[in-house]
């Protein structure tokens, strides 16, 4: 007994009648149908804020207060893409926000789009704002999806439809949103007010969106170390003389060093020969792993583009290993060269790039990185003045 609808989806604003239907009174929308769930959340709020109850304990830079103070004011009248420098401290930048939200009863998403990441942050924010309810809502996490802040995963956005006063979506243009149209209309019903863009890395079809839509575009070249980008270098030889100077490197360093390859294929050939661990989408103990490596400051890891985004090492360089492999592109290549020296501790590390041939993802990289230390330059030159 299905009835094909002329209306649109309510949950991913769905048009296309072919895959709607109505059925049994209720509507059924094939194109967001894997988004739907037995618990949606209720939209309640208002636990109370004192500022006297704030635990943070993060001095802002100066920079990083500048661009705090405008992200409070632009957010009144339209939607806010933040792009900052991988390691500039996005989170700290959004603090002053969730304080303002806080004292004025507004309630906040914020999408991330890895797992791990969304329990990690709420943690952190839990410790920041002890009097607030912040809740984690991710795959084993769906018991509880109320709070004054939801962290979640872009994927458990679907049960907040016009629930939140404002939305953050951390790494904008990372896996599944960017490339996942029923995610992104899912996001758009999931709040009354404005929306923040937060990436590193911004690309055409964002920078489009961004244009079109007025947000107000911030940038942020500089680290809260106030010290430039370390630039990647890039090493264009044959494939095996790339490989003896990785094998070099990695026995001559006194810190850790991330491996990347571009398939699991290759990670899992280059871990068995060499006998060095590997970590890849297929891995089942993944944050065993990177515990790992994180527990031991001479530790070699081989991984794939998974631990591109959303992981903080102290003192680690990244080798990418095919660099001029398609499935590096500039914003993975960004990320990646953006693991290193984050942090105000980690002091070591460089990114080295072995390729074999001249690929544009390479070069627009290593351009948009030079780019970026000039005006952090420019902005410190002028701070320096003052
Ligand atoms: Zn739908």
Known sequence: MFIISMISCEKCGNKDPRSL??????????????????????????????????????????????????????????SVFLEAVCGAGKTEMLLPFLKQCFAGNQKVGWAIPRRQVVLELAQRLQRYFPAMKIVAVCEGFTQD???????????QLYRYRHQFDYLIIDEVDAFPFSNNPVLQAISEFCYRKQVIYMSATLDEGLRDKVNRSGFKHLYCPIRPTLELMHEPKEYRLFCWVNFILMLNYVRKRDHRVLVFVPTIESATRLSKWLRWPMITSQSTDKQERIDAFRADPRAVLISTTILERGVTFENVSVLVFKADHQVFNEASLIQIAGRIRRGMQSTKGEALFYTSSKQPAVIGCLTILSMANRSASIALAKFRQQ
């Open 21 to 78: 239907y109505q059925a049994y009174g209720h509507q059924i929308c094939k194109q967001c149908l894997r988004f739907s769930g037995a618990v949606y959340a209720e939209d309640v709020r208002g636990f109370g804020y004192e500022e006297s109850q704030t635990r943070i304990d993060v001095s802002l830079t100066v920079f990083q207060q500048d661009i705090a103070d405008r992200i409070c004011k632009a957010i009144m009248k339209s």
């Open 145 to 155: 999806l109320e709070g004054d802040l939801v962290l979640c995963t872009t994927h």
